[in-house]
């Protein structure tokens, strides 16, 4: 053993080790400096498999006895690769040269591809990772010992592996692969990658392949988000709450953030308006204190309030939201509306953010504030057009003096009971109604009293109908009232309810005088099959009976349209 001592030695003074394997590729036995090269002692090594050994060295030991294995129709040759060779001994076994170099040199490639922005792997011929460099690790989230030797579909789901795996083959063959896809990671995240594979080719054969990765998702999160800012706040297919939920949702995607509000801000109440979030704590009609809220902060800043780990943050740590929601992440901004203040945009997250909000992720929330304020303003006056609509329509449809439908909403009103009527058996009837002796009104007391007359009969008149029941003007003195599932009999003792309130009822002038006066009516009941213009014939001859008979009276027609008196003075 003394005679070679010195074969040891040299060995250790080269930073050089030799390694037996057995021909079932087991370590045998380590001479030489085994701490430099395999970073362990050498009997460490022994009994254990030759993929066990660590980095580049099980790189290039890997490819020196998958060559020797290859060769050993000539077991006197060693076979060079790199700083390192392989012999083949008689028992079909094989003695591995490694050197430090390998090591050193792996160390210098690890230095420079943790200081890449992107991330770096290796994966053998069996799939398994060999390096990862920092950045890899850092989006993985696990340290590199626990990534080594491992396969790469323990980082992606089964479909996700599926997709790529034939993209290995390529590599492996040579080929240098490029793409871009979205990958589903076993932790749930889905990224969309680009890559790029690097075939490692030793004296003609690949090892393996450097895979080159760039998470590029917040790169097309952007490119969505801009697109449908320039896009979303004109649509018209689409309603506000889908527009603003989209650029919401676009916004949490590229921010990588859970939960999206668009709050509005009345004195001390905050509330959401829109929510997009998966599993938001708070949802649309959802109010709070302003004070209890981070939007308070926002405010007070008066432009994009920004946290990304609350918890450590003076400014946010001990707040009520703080407390109450554990929101480690926040970036806000206020929301104006005609200059003043409406609410604010914000979004946030339980999970304290990596990194601090860029310049670009503060401008992408200042361009999505300027595009929710036209959103909240283009509905502002989509709402203000529909109310002045309605209030038009109002207007056509209603008696300026007396505020009583007119014979235009009549005509739609009896339209839809005839229909009611024809479809489902159901009756209705109407009465004519006049003033007697209106005339003698205007001309004693002005036009003016006539007016306070008109008012107080419409109201009159309404107190005395039913829920359903409708009154309008029809034209100076003359009024029509319609009575839902009322039949003839029914009708006339509510006309004669309505005659004698008013026959009662005594108007005060507004230059203090008093007046009374009476009405006639006529009614009649709706036949199925006629329309609107015979049915008010009907009781419109009714009125007329009723005054040609002394006034102040009901009149009705039965069936045989003989007029029957309900009522005289």
Same mark, same amino acid.
């Given at each position: 053993?003394?005679?070679?001592?010195?074969?040891?030695?040299?060995?250790?003074?080269?930073?050089?080790?030799?390694?037996?394997?057995?021909?079932?590729?087991?370590?045998?036995?380590?001479?030489?400096?085994?701490?430099?090269?395999?970073?362990?002692?050498?009997?460490?090594?022994?009994?254990?498999?030759?993929?066990?050994?660590?980095?580049?060295?099980?790189?290039?030991?890997?490819?020196?006895?998958?060559?020797?294995?290859?060769?050993?129709?000539?077991?006197?040759?060693?076979?060079?690769?790199?700083?390192?060779?392989?012999?083949?001994?008689?028992?079909?076994?094989?003695?591995?040269?490694?050197?430090?170099?390998?090591?050193?040199?792996?160390?210098?490639?690890?230095?420079?591809?943790?200081?890449?922005?992107?991330?770096?792997?290796?994966?053998?011929?069996?799939?398994?990772?060999?390096?990862?460099?920092?950045?890899?690790?850092?989006?993985?989230?696990?340290?590199?010992?626990?990534?080594?030797?491992?396969?790469?579909?323990?980082?992606?789901?089964?479909?996700?592996?599926?997709?790529?795996?034939?993209?290995?083959?390529?590599?492996?063959?040579?080929?240098?692969?490029?793409?871009?896809?979205?990958?589903?990671?076993?932790?749930?995240?889905?990224?969309?990658?680009?890559?790029?594979?690097?075939?490692?080719?030793?004296?003609?054969?690949?090892?393996?392949?450097?895979?080159?990765?760039?998470?590029?998702?917040?790169?097309?999160?952007?490119?969505?988000?801009?697109?449908?800012?320039?896009?979303?706040?004109?649509?018209?297919?689409?309603?506000?709450?889908?527009?603003?939920?989209?650029?919401?949702?676009?916004?949490?995607?590229?921010?990588?953030?859970?939960?999206?509000?668009?709050?509005?801000?009345?004195?001390?109440?905050?509330?959401?308006?829109?929510?997009?979030?998966?599993?938001?704590?708070?949802?649309?009609?959802?109010?709070?204190?302003?004070?209890?809220?981070?939007?308070?902060?926002?405010?007070?800043?008066?432009?994009?309030?920004?946290?990304?780990?609350?918890?450590?943050?003076?400014?946010?740590?001990?707040?009520?939201?703080?407390?109450?929601?554990?929101?480690?992440?926040?970036?806000?901004?206020?929301?104006?509306?005609?200059?003043?203040?409406?609410?604010?945009?914000?979004?946030?997250?339980?999970?304290?953010?990596?990194?601090?909000?860029?310049?670009?992720?503060?401008?992408?929330?200042?361009?999505?504030?300027? $595009?929710?304020?036209?959103?909240?303003?283009?509905?502002?006056?989509?709402?203000?057009?529909?109310?002045?609509?309605?209030?038009?329509?109002?207007?056509?449809?209603?008696? $300026?003096?007396?505020?009583?439908?007119?014979?235009?909403?009549?005509?739609?009103?009896?339209?839809?009971?005839?229909?009611?009527?024809?479809?489902?058996?159901?009756?209705?009837?109407?009465?004519?109604?006049?003033?007697?002796?209106?005339?003698?009104?205007?001309?004693?007391?002005?036009?003016? $009293?006539?007016?306070?007359?008109?008012?107080?009969?419409?109201?009159?008149?309404?107190?005395?109908?039913?829920?359903?029941?409708?009154?309008?003007?029809?034209?100076?003195?003359?009024?029509?009232?319609?009575?839902?599932?009322?039949?003839?009999?029914?009708?006339?003792?509510?006309?004669?309810?309505?005659?004698?309130?008013?026959?009662?009822?005594?108007?005060?002038?507004?230059?203090?005088?008093?007046?009374?006066?009476?009405?006639?009516?006529?009614?009649?009941?709706?036949?199925?099959?006629?329309?609107?213009?015979?049915?008010?014939?009907?009781?419109?001859?009714?009125?007329?009976?009723?005054?040609?008979?002394?006034?102040?009276?009901?009149?009705?027609?039965?069936?045989?349209?003989?007029?029957?008196?309900?009522?005289?003075?």
């Amino acid at each position: 053993m003394e005679r070679f001592a010195w074969v040891e030695e040299a060995l250790v003074s080269s930073g050089t080790v030799l390694v037996r394997l057995t021909p079932e590729l087991q370590v045998h036995d380590v001479v030489g400096d085994a701490v430099r090269v395999l970073g362990e002692p050498g009997d460490v090594w022994i009994g254990r498999g030759l993929a066990e050994l660590p980095g580049e060295v099980a790189r290039v030991a890997e490819a020196l006895a998958s060559r020797g294995v290859a060769h050993a129709a000539k077991p006197s040759m060693p076979l060079e690769l790199g700083d390192g060779s392989c012999c083949r001994l008689a028992d079909g076994g094989l003695v591995l040269r490694l050197s430090a170099r390998q090591k050193a040199s792996r160390g210098v490639i690890a230095r420079m591809a943790d200081h890449l922005p992107v991330m770096v792997a290796y994966v053998d011929r069996d799939f398994c990772f060999r390096f990862n460099n920092r950045a890899y690790l850092d989006f993985i989230g696990q340290p590199a010992e626990a990534l080594m030797g491992q396969p790469v579909s323990s980082v992606l789901d089964a479909d996700s592996y599926a997709k790529i795996r034939p993209r290995f083959d390529l590599a492996l063959a040579g080929q240098e692969v490029s793409y871009e896809d979205s990958l589903v990671l076993q932790d749930g995240r889905q990224i969309y990658f680009k890559v790029h594979y690097l075939p490692d080719v030793v004296e003609d054969e690949v090892m393996g392949f450097y895979a080159i990765i760039q998470d590029v998702s917040e790169y097309r999160s952007m490119i969505q988000l801009l697109r449908d800012v320039h896009t979303g706040v004109n649509r018209t297919d689409i309603g506000v709450t889908e527009i603003v939920d989209m650029l919401l949702r676009d916004a949490l995607s590229y921010l990588r953030l859970d939960i999206a509000l668009v709050s509005q801000v009345e004195g001390e109440c905050y509330t959401v308006r829109w929510a997009a979030s998966d599993n938001a704590p708070v949802g649309a009609g959802d109010s709070f204190a302003l004070g209890d809220t981070y939007c308070r902060l926002t405010l007070d800043a008066d432009d994009v309030f920004h946290t990304h780990r609350a918890g450590q943050d003076e400014r946010v740590k001990g707040h009520p939201c703080y407390e109450n929601f554990q929101l480690e992440t926040y970036i806000g901004a206020p929301l104006r509306i005609q200059g003043k203040v409406w609410g604010t945009l914000n979004f946030s997250s339980p999970s304290a953010r990596r990194h601090a909000f860029s310049e670009v992720d503060i401008e992408l929330v200042r361009l999505l504030v300027g $595009a929710v304020e036209r959103v909240i303003s283009n509905e502002m006056e989509v709402e203000r057009i529909r109310l002045e609509r309605d209030q038009l329509e109002d207007q056509a449809m209603t008696d $300026a003096l007396t505020g009583l439908p007119n014979r235009s909403q009549l005509d739609r009103h009896v339209t839809r009971l005839i229909e009611e009527c024809d479809s489902g058996g159901m009756v209705f009837s109407l009465a004519a109604v006049d003033i007697d002796f209106f005339k003698q009104v205007n001309d004693g007391f002005g036009h003016s $009293a006539g007016d306070q007359v008109l008012t107080w009969l419409a109201q009159t008149v309404a107190n005395c109908l039913r829920d359903g029941d409708l009154v309008a003007r029809t034209g100076g003195e003359e009024f029509v009232v319609v009575m839902r599932r009322t039949a003839l009999p029914e009708a006339i003792k509510a006309a004669e309810r309505v005659r004698r309130a008013v026959e009662g009822g005594e108007i005060t002038l507004s230059d203090g005088q008093t007046i009374r006066i009476t009405i006639s009516i006529g009614v009649s009941q709706y036949r199925k099959g006629e329309g609107f213009a015979p049915l008010f014939e009907r009781a419109d001859r009714r009125l007329y009976s009723a005054k040609r008979s002394g006034r102040n009276r009901v009149c009705a027609a039965t069936d045989g349209e003989s007029s029957q008196e309900a009522s005289r003075v």
